[in-house]
């Protein structure tokens, strides 16, 4: 082997290592790839968020919905929310809108506002996937991740439970089923 090729060998090693280690980390923030339902996925993947303790009012940030509006939480103030972040790329997140967003909005949609933020994602496939899964929450995109950060978010999917008063109550990261998030429900909004 020339001394001049065992540099570049090493250099394309290192480049291979650093897109293997980059592509596991984003399979194990969405959840580990599976497609399998939500149902089928354990509370045990949720861990506690360290930003924004509960109790402390929601993020001021604007933001905008599919419907083009710029608007911000307290806009929702007078009914409790229910925030879920997702995306499109997240097996989680596909899995979790079907089997537990989607029959759980149905039945308390009218008490409670559902909004979803898609995150870092293609508009055109957040727009598909919606029209796949028929979850009508409001629809919104933070396409930087600032208030997914603000908010505690360090897997996907995130969910943020706030008050009817604008106050951050509860946060789960990780995919949950539809019992884990009406449990989550009636723990935050009593």
Not at 54 to 82: C, I, K, Y
Request: aromatic share 8%.
């Amino acid at each position: 082997m020339e001394d001049a090729a065992y540099p570049k060998m090493i250099m394309n090693r290192i480049k291979l290592f650093a897109s293997i280690s980059a592509f596991a980390l984003i399979v194990v923030a969405c959840g580990g790839g599976s497609s399998e339902s939500a149902d089928a996925i354990s509370s045990s993947s949720a861990s506690p968020a360290p930003a924004a303790p509960a109790g402390d009012p929601a993020p001021t940030n604007s933001f905008d919905t599919f419907s083009g509006e710029t608007v911000t939480l307290a806009q929702f103030a007078g009914r409790p929310v229910v925030l879920n972040f997702w995306a499109s790329w997240c097996p989680s997140c596909v899995a979790e809108m079907s089997a537990a967003f989607k029959p759980v909005e149905e039945d308390l949609g009218d008490e409670i506002t559902f909004i979803g933020m898609n995150i870092q994602d293609d508009r055109a496939l957040a727009d598909r996937l919606l029209a796949q899964t028929g979850v009508e929450w409001v629809a919104a995109e933070d396409p930087a991740g600032d208030l997914y950060v603000e908010l505690g978010g360090i897997a996907m999917p995130f969910t943020v439970y706030i008050t009817a008063d604008g106050r951050v109550v509860d946060k789960h990261n990780g995919p949950l089923n539809e019992d884990q998030l009406r449990e989550q429900i009636s723990k935050a909004f009593g």
